[in-house]
């Protein structure tokens, strides 16, 4: 068999469905559009593309990105099986030539389809539509699948080998404000937290106890505060109720999640005792009981259920 994933992996996951894909020996590879660059030829080319931009709404990077995507693909040649990961990043005409080259064609969406829609995509483009958002699936027909668990199964670590942090790393959005009240309530009740935003300047009013990064950070930027810390914390984007991959890590790491995640309870690993739900439209509640007691191990089932072995099995059907 034959796959061939197309993405843009800035954030570093959608790799790990092919190194799944080739432990399985399936011939499978990434084309990696976020790896594209395109460097104009001289200034009257910038200009002209800024002109096709205002007037003709065409964007000279957007075309020759598409056209590099295609020539990847007639390199390797037909496939039994594409997928591409948000499919509103390229024109309808470019997935119609890039559904020539495969027996079937998929797409796999892991954000809101109000955030990324693809309204023109919808009518027999794809042969399955994927999402992890419950409310999409019900409302466009999609077939359901969370994110996944990339990582190795990690031993529960002792209260000597963690410290006590509450660990997140988010860009500077709608989610700012929340995280900004949440850390003055932790400091109220000396829980100790390390909060990391990534933005192209400091909010004003930040906590000064929270850490400003102008640098976009990869998981093996995280690697250290992930090893080290006790509790995850992963705040949905407003109009989301698909998990993060924040969430798996947490899993895999067998570590307590406080989460804004509603939806979280719908989910078969659902544990008060591992999981503390948040509502941010609400007065902040800190059940401090939460933090007192042990994280309660998954069963071997339901582990497995969340795995990218289990998740690359089921949307490729082998």
């Known amino acids: 068999m034959k796959v061939c994933l197309i993405s843009f992996d800035s954030t570093y996951f959608d790799h790990n469905i092919i190194i799944e894909l080739k ?3 399936i011939d499978a590879n990434h084309i990696d559009a976020s790896k594209f660059k395109y460097k104009y030829t001289s200034v009257f080319d910038k ?5 096709n931009k205002s007037f003709f709404n065409k964007n000279i990077k957007d075309i020759a990105l598409e ?19 948000r499919p509103d990043r390229i024109s309808k005409k470019t997935h119609l030539e890039i559904k020539k080259q495969t027996n079937k064609y998929i797409t796999y969406i892991y954000d809101s389809y109000n955030r990324f829609p693809m309204d023109d995509l919808l009518d027999g483009v794809f042969d399955e539509i994927f999402s992890f958002d419950f409310n999409d699936v019900k409302k466009y027909n999609f077939k359901f699948i969370s994110n996944y668990i990339y990582m190795n199964k990690r031993e529960i670590k002792s209260e000597n080998d963690t410290n006590d942090n509450i660990f997140i790393v988010i860009s500077i959005d709608e989610r700012f404000e929340f995280l900004n009240k949440l850390s003055y309530c932790l400091s109220d009740h000396n829980i100790n937290y390390k909060f990391v935003v990534v933005g192209k300047r400091v909010p004003k009013n930040m906590n000064p106890n929270m850490i400003f990064s102008k640098k976009t950070l990869l998981p093996e930027d995280l690697k250290n505060d992930l090893d080290n810390s006790k509790y995850f914390l992963d705040l949905i984007r407003h109009g989301h109720n698909g998990l993060s991959f924040r969430i798996f890590e947490a899993l895999a790491m067998q570590r307590k999640i406080i989460t804004t995640n509603q939806a979280i309870r719908q989910y078969d690993f659902y544990n008060p005792n591992n999981i503390l739900i948040l509502d941010e439209n609400s007065a902040i509640n800190i059940d401090l009981n939460f933090f007192k007691t042990p ?18 099995k089921t949307v490729f059907q082998i």
Request: cysteine-free; overall charge negative; proline content about 2%.
């Open 23 to 25: 432990r399985k020996n």
């Open 295 to 312: 994280y309660e191990p998954l069963s071997d089932a339901i582990y497995y259920k969340y795995t990218i072995e289990n998740w690359v």
């Open 47 to 51: 200009i002209s593309n800024s002109i």
């Open 67 to 85: 056209e590099n995507i295609l020539e990847q693909l007639k390199k390797l040649g037909h496939q039994d099986i594409i997928m591409f990961i």
